[in-house]
């Protein structure tokens, strides 16, 4: 049959609808052009916060009443366990982030509803799969996750640290650039973790002893030497893993990017100590400090969450400072909602809803001059930008990323235009808070592509 997943949430929850979707592929079924044109449709849900469970939740209510046959599937489903038929009665099936393997005997056996929460890690569900075309691909490295920070639910609904063997790893990478790809992103929910002691491992698997200092760092030099990898991303970190050996990787393998997405939540000791978050605001900026004394250009991205249980004004009045000193390049600001079965969920919700609001907006505001500011200091420079395509605003211009993960749109030649994949060199013109504009700049060897 045809078949349509729409996807909701993080970069993971993407990876899991590629490997869905190659399953069913495999299976005999067809991707089809969009969910009017489909005979099955499966939502893959978030549910880190409330609003993103209550879209998922919603649009497989109206697939429902258009008579699809319809499927849930990812981090909403375990949460909710039975009583995702109490919310959604006529749900044909339900699979939960851990079981996506089964989906394709599941449709097979059509006997519904049915739910399948599993606990394995299916791994034949991890193979990378990538589009005809295709030059970026997701590679999951960890799986899960063991922080029980105060706060989020993904420990009980992804399950346990699970890091994958490193030659299973490279062995995808090495599919995936005999495939074209040129650039994999490393997914794992605190991924400088990886290499943590696994019982799974055999004795070619485990690396020596050294959690943050050695094992991510041996991984990225492992992938950098497969043939046609030309870029590596990862995400997301923690100031742990800010190590000397995670430097020397990226000084040694210039396919890793300088970039790294570095999730702080709160300037406040306070706030991080009961948000368990086992650093403090000057080990934080002790981490960043590094990445910046190694290169100034480095970009670091962050995560910040307003509103948590007893932040006072002086809590957010840290947190903004300390955002200020960081100086980051790009801030994802989120207003806390609690999750149930988390230890925060037993705490007073007690900032009100317009407060958290207005601290969300300051944030913002405040990064937006920040991100102008970062972004000014590349005009006049030349940035290695990997090009994705027509820009979205403007069909007329290209579009594509620097090495900091910073979009970059110029203008193209009649007749000299890149292919998507290309690496092309683009002099910056002019910034603006979230993008940079800028001109193609020959390569080196004076040719333009």
Not at 262 to 272: A, E, F, K, N, Y
Not at 299 to 320: K, L, M, W
Not at 401 to 430: F, H, L, Y
């Amino acid at each position: 049959m045809k078949f349509h997943i729409h996807t909701y949430g993080c970069q993971m929850n993407v990876r899991d609808s590629e490997a869905a979707e190659a399953l069913l592929v495999a299976a005999g079924h067809e991707k089809a052009a969009g969910e009017d044109d489909a005979d099955l449709v499966i939502v893959n849900s978030c549910t880190v916060r409330q609003k993103a469970e209550e879209k998922a939740v919603g649009k497989v209510g109206n697939l429902i009443a258009a008579k699809k046959l319809t499927g849930l599937m990812g981090c909403a489903v375990k949460r909710l366990g039975e009583d995702v038929f109490s919310k959604l009665p006529k749900l044909d099936f339900a699979v939960g982030p851990r079981a996506i393997g089964l989906i394709p005997r599941i449709v097979a056996e059509g006997r519904f509803p049915r739910l399948e929460l599993g606990e394995d890690l299916m791994p034949e569900a991890l193979a990378a799969h990538v589009e005809e075309g295709g030059f970026q691909a997701f590679v999951t490295v960890l799986v899960g996750c063991d922080n029980r920070c105060s706060y989020c639910i993904v420990p009980d609904v992804r399950g346990h640290e699970y890091s994958r063997p490193a030659r299973e790893i490279v062995a995808e990478v090495r599919s995936l650039a005999a495939h074209g790809v040129s650039e994999v992103c490393l997914l794992g929910q605190s991924v400088l973790r990886y290499g943590m002691r696994n019982p799974a491992w055999d004795e070619r698997d485990a690396p020596s002893p050294g959690g943050y200092t050695e094992a991510f760092p041996r991984l990225l030099e492992a992938v950098a030497s497969v043939p046609g990898i030309r870029r590596i991303r990862f995400t997301s970190a923690h100031p742990k893993g800010c190590t000397d050996e995670l430097l020397r990787a990226y000084c040694e393998f210039p396919q890793v990017c300088r970039h790294l997405h570095l999730p702080v939540q709160s300037g406040s000791d306070r706030v991080l100590s009961e948000m368990g978050r086992r650093y403090t605001r000057g080990e934080y900026l002790a981490a960043v400090r590094k990445l910046r004394d190694f290169d100034p250009e480095f970009a670091v991205t962050t995560d910040v969450i307003v509103g948590y249980p007893g932040e006072t004004d002086a809590d957010f009045e840290d947190t903004r400072s300390l955002m200020e000193e960081a100086g980051f390049d790009n801030a994802f600001v989120f207003k806390y909602s609690p999750r149930p079965g988390t230890r925060s969920a037993l705490l007073e919700d007690d900032v009100p809803t317009a407060e958290k609001e207005r601290r969300d907006q300051v944030l913002l505001a405040d990064q937006e001059r920040r991100g102008q500011e970062r972004n000014e200091r590349l005009v006049g420079t030349v940035r290695e930008v990997l090009v994705e395509g027509p820009s979205k605003r403007n069909k007329s211009r290209w579009s594509g990323r620097d090495g900091g993960n910073r979009i970059v749109v110029w203008d193209c030649d009649e007749g000299s235009s890149p292919k998507i994949g290309d690496i092309v060199r683009v002099s910056i013109t002019e910034a603006h808070p979230q993008i940079l504009l800028g001109k193609i700049s020959p390569l080196r060897n004076g040719t333009d592509f």
